[in-house]
Nanobody, 123 residues
Framework: QVQLVESGGGLVQAGDSLRLSCVAS????????MAWFRQAPGKEREFVAA????????YYAGSVRGRFTISRDNAKNTIYLQMKSLKPEDTAVYYC????????????????WGQGTQVTVSS
């Protein structure tokens, strides 16, 4: 099982930017489809963004498209989530996840998960 460790969360104001990172414990570039999910208190975990193995294809939830950018650096076994124009409704625990098959927007489809990093956006 691949270990995933997120970092970069914090408390910011509405309109600010933040970049999350997720480091994998082993080489992921050629075998791993990766994604970011988030979960707010009292809500289900929801898909945020995903990226193909090569980084050439990305997917976004409608609520973040145009504000968030997912990217990966396979040489560093790391994916990123650049978040801009943050809103209070973006407040959640953000999780990094990976799977060995192709794209899926369902949390149930992902094999490996990080512990999460808290993002809080104040108004």
């Amino acid at each position: 099982q691949v270990q995933l460790v997120e970092s970069g969360g914090g408390l910011v104001q509405a309109g600010d930017s933040l970049r999350l990172s997720c480091v994998a414990s082993e080489r992921t570039g050629s075998i791993y489809f990766m994604a970011w999910f988030r979960q707010a208190p009292g809500k289900e975990r929801e898909f945020v963004a995903a990226i193909s193995r090569s980084g050439g294809t990305t997917y976004y939830a409608g609520s973040v498209r145009g504000r968030f950018t997912i990217s990966r650096d396979n040489a560093k076994n790391t994916i990123y989530l650049q978040m801009k124009s943050l809103k209070p409704e973006d407040t959640a625990v953000y999780y990094c996840a990976g799977r060995r098959q192709g794209y899926s927007g369902s949390a149930l489809a992902y094999d490996d998960w990080g512990q999460g990093t808290q993002v809080t956006v104040s108004s």
